[in-house]
C-alpha cells in the first residue's frame, strides 16, 4: 500500500500528464498526443540530455578516482581508527547539501576565498572565472556525491580476505599486479554498486548546476524543473521526467547485469 501510494499513483500520474497538452493558460487538457515526446527529438533538448548523461559519467569517474583511495585506507586501517575514519566520511550528510553548496560558491567567485588569496600572493594579476562554469558544477557534483561512492567500496574492502593477497605475493606478483588480479576483482561489486549510487542521483540533481552553473549550465533536471515552475508546461515537463526515469532504469539495469543478478547484489550488502 505505501509504494502503491507514494510510488506508482504518482508516477502513474506522470505518465498520463506527458500524452496530455498545455492549455492557452498553462493548465492540462485534452487532447493526448505525442508531441511532447518529439520535441525532445529536437536537437538542443538532445543536446541538453547529452551534457546531463556526460556530467554524470565525469561525476562518477571522478568520485571512483578520489574515493576508491580512501576506501582501501579506511579498509586497511586499524579498527580502532575506521568508527573515526568512517565519521569523517559521513560528517559531511549532517549539513544540508544546499548549505555546502553554497560554501563552495563563496569560494569559488570572482571576489571569493581562493581568488582573493592568489591575488594576494601574486600568483594571478586578475581574478580567474571558476564559478557559473560546467567545472564548477562537476566539482560540485563530485564534492556532492563523494560519500556514496566510498561507502560501498569500503563496505568490499573491508570484507577482504587479506589470505588472498598474501598467497599472491607468497607467488611473486607485484603490488601492481596484485591490486590489478586480486584486489580490483574482488572489490568490483563495491565499486558497481558506488558507481550506480552516484551516477544516478546526478542525473536528477538541479539545485547544483542552478547555484554552480548559472544559466550557463543546463541539464535535463534543470529542463524538467523549468517546465513545471516557470513554463507551466506540465506535460512536456512530464514527458521529460519519463525520459529520464527510463535512463535511470537502464542503469539500474546494466547494474544487476553487471553483478550478475540477486547473487551478486547480496554479496554486496
Known amino acids: 500500500m505505501w509504494l502503491v501510494t507514494f510510488f506508482v499513483v504518482p508516477l502513474t500520474i506522470v505518465f498520463l500528464f506527458s500524452f496530455l497538452s498545455r492549455g492557452e493558460y498553462g493548465e492540462v487538457q485534452l487532447p493526448l498526443t505525442i508531441e511532447n515526446y518529439k ?4 536537437p538542443i533538448y538532445l543536446q541538453i540530455l547529452w551534457k546531463t548523461v556526460l556530467i554524470g559519467i565525469l561525476t562518477t569517474v571522478g568520485c571512483l578516482i578520489i574515493g576508491y583511495p580512501f576506501a582501501y585506507f579506511i579498509g586497511r586501517a586499524k579498527k580502532k581508527y575506521r568508527s573515526i575514519l568512517l565519521l569523517l566520511v559521513i560528517l559531511p550528510f549532517w549539513t544540508n547539501s544546499l548549505v555546502r553548496t553554497y560554501a563552495w560558491i563563496i569560494l569559488l567567485r570572482t571576489e571569493g576565498v581562493i581568488n582573493t588569496l592568489l591575488l594576494k600572493i601574486g600568483m594571478i594579476s586578475s581574478p580567474i572565472q571558476m564559478l557559473y562554469t ?3 558544477v562537476l566539482l560540485g557534483m563530485v564534492y556532492i556525491m563523494l560519500p ?3 561507502l560501498p567500496i569500503y563496505t568490499s574492502i573491508e570484507k577482504l580476505d587479506m589470505s588472498y593477497i598474501e598467497a599472491a605475493s607468497d607467488l611473486g606478483a607485484s603490488p601492481v599486479k596484485t591490486f590489478k588480479d586480486v584486489t580490483l576483482p574482488l572489490t568490483k561489486p563495491g565499486i558497481i554498486a558506488g558507481c550506480m549510487l552516484v ?3 546526478t542525473l536528477g540533481y538541479f539545485f547544483i548546476s542552478d547555484l554552480m552553473g548559472g544559466s550557463k549550465t543546463m541539464l535535463i533536471s534543470n529542463l524538467i524543473k523549468n517546465q513545471f515552475l516557470t513554463s507551466r508546461d506540465w506535460p512536456f515537463g512530464a514527458a521529460i521526467a519519463v ?8 542503469a ?3 547494474y544487476f547485469k553487471a553483478t550478475k543478478g540477486k547473487n551478486a547484489s547480496k554479496e554486496v550488502l
Do not use: N, W
Open 134 to 136: 560546467d567545472g564548477a
Open 199 to 201: 551516477f544516478i542521483p
Open 39 to 42: 520535441r525532445l527529438l529536437s
Open 243 to 250: 525520459v529520464l526515469i527510463l535512463l535511470m532504469l537502464i
Open 252 to 254: 539500474i539495469g546494466l
Open 148 to 150: 556514496f561512492m566510498i
